[in-house]
């Protein structure tokens, strides 16, 4: 018999995925094939109470505008909702955190609010992926703690270092660190001549830092996505760029190929998964470009259903089995 655990997922519009590329939705459909209750809510639902209320009871503290769901794989027809209510987010099993970046205050006041009720037992609910560790990693930045992994990067605001990292490397990328999907992301030639206004516009409407990496002509072959589960590697795929372009983002046309791991991927993989698993950053996925790690991602990473395509796995299935086994005590 299965058991009976509440799921509540927060995340964009459902009505707005590609139920076949969407790895949310992918979660959700094995949730449903498990057992589970699903409800769905956006994170501009969520309301922190704290004090007593008239009376002198204590307040649910996290509570969320939710609905019941029941997912299918029916284009145009893929959700059905229930009646919208007001459910105390500490009465769910688990909370899949799963809306898309920008990393921004609002991405980041919501983990404050989560860890409210993030944990294991009476009055919690486990948040997948632990809301303190997603504050504390943000994607471009978590990876600079493993230089050995890395290519040579650099983040700053200072104009003249760029200007002297191009230099040194002569070919570049340059990229927002709270950016996602690819959007705001410049190949920089030695020859290109936009470097400094790129700058000029980017610093004149945003007090972030820009990252700035050595272009690496192994992502022509393709740039990797690899799926962590608990820190241990699942499956990968190959997103390989589109003609005249620069990135491998399937939001901007990248390809999605079959791929294996290689000794290198591995090596990456084992370096990083202890830390994975001791922050509880269950659902991760890994970008590797060649023999270099450029980003860990564990906001809202995808590629679950270019893998089972490829692979014949059931990646969420090995996702929830990790999810479970930290209900049960297990790390």
Not at 115 to 136: C, F, M, Q, T, Y
Not at 156 to 174: G, K, N
Not at 273 to 282: D, F, S, V, Y
Not at 311 to 323: F, H, T, Y
Request: charged share 25%; aromatic share 6%.
């Amino acid at each position: 018999m299965s058991r009976s655990l509440k799921i509540a997922v927060q995340m964009d519009p459902l009505s707005g995925i590609d139920i076949n590329g969407d790895s949310t939705f992918a979660l959700m459909l094995e949730a449903q094939a498990r057992g589970y209750d699903l409800f769905v809510y956006q994170v501009q639902g969520l309301s922190l109470r704290e004090g007593r209320v008239a009376g002198g009871a204590r307040a649910e503290r996290l509570t969320a505008r939710a609905r019941p769901v029941r997912v299918r794989r029916v284009a145009g027809d893929h959700a059905e909702l229930g009646e919208e209510r007001v459910i105390d987010l500490s009465a769910m099993d688990v909370i899949l955190m799963r809306q898309d970046p920008p990393f921004d205050m609002a991405y980041i006041s919501a983990t404050h609010m989560l860890e409210h009720v993030h944990g294991i037992g009476p009055g919690k609910a486990l948040v997948v992926n632990d809301p303190e560790s997603v504050r504390n990693a943000p994607e471009k930045l978590l990876v600079t703690h493993f230089p050995d992994l890395m290519p040579p990067t650099l983040v700053t605001w200072d104009v003249l270092a760029i200007r002297e990292f191009r230099a040194e490397w002569r070919d570049i990328i340059v990229k927002p660190l709270f950016g996602n999907g690819g959007a705001g992301v410049f190949r920089i030639r030695e020859d290109d001549e936009n470097l400094n206004s790129l700058l000029e516009m980017h610093f004149a409407r945003s007090r972030e830092p820009l990252m700035i990496q050595r272009y690496e002509p192994a992502v022509r072959r393709g740039d990797k996505r690899i799926i962590l589960a608990d820190g241990v590697p699942i499956g990968a795929i190959n997103r390989v760029p589109a003609q005249g372009e620069a990135r491998s983002n399937m939001h901007v046309g990248g390809r999605a190929v079959k791929v294996e791991l290689s000794p290198r991927d591995r090596e990456i993989c084992e370096a990083i998964g202890p830390m994975l698993r001791e922050k509880g950053l269950i659902f991760v996925g890994i970008d590797v470009i060649g023999d270099w790690l450029t980003e860990i991602n564990v906001t809202s990473p995808t590629g679950l259903q270019e893998i089972d395509r490829f692979d014949d796995i059931n990646s969420a299935g090995l996702i929830w089995d990790c999810i479970l086994r930290r209900l049960d005590g297990g790390v």
